[in-house]
């Protein structure tokens, strides 16, 4: 039996993969992989104004991000898909949005948000 081994390991070597074969860079990754970007614009849906602080996640890939003092979202390397976001802002209704964000390009939404009566 361990003739038998040694006989087809050296008749199908040249099948093997290497360990180098398994290694590709990260722009290799980036083309087989669609990552995009989404960038969020916060309003208050009365005045306009920017609302900081607003609290997003994407929770079908366990994304969260916190809006800064001008009420922008940034958030980078997710995967082309559908998504639902959710929005939180303190004083304001809570809001699900659905989304489709395209591969290599930055995917912007404004979010108007409805203060809380």
Do not use: W
């Amino acid at each position: 039996m361990l003739i038998r081994s040694a006989v087809l390991q050296e008749e199908h070597q040249d099948q093997y993969l290497t360990r180098e074969s398994y290694f590709i860079s990260q722009a290799e990754v980036n083309e087989v992989i669609n990552f995009t970007d989404l960038e969020l614009f916060v309003r208050d849906s009365e005045t306009g104004r920017s609302i900081s602080k607003a609290m997003i996640g994407i929770d079908a890939i366990a994304r969260t991000a916190v809006g800064d003092d001008r009420g922008n979202v940034f958030i980078d390397n997710i995967l082309e898909g559908t998504y639902t976001v959710d929005i939180i802002v303190p004083g304001y209704i809570a809001c699900s949005k659905q989304i489709y964000l395209s591969s290599n390009q930055l995917n912007r939404m404004l979010i108007m948000m409805i203060r809380n009566c």
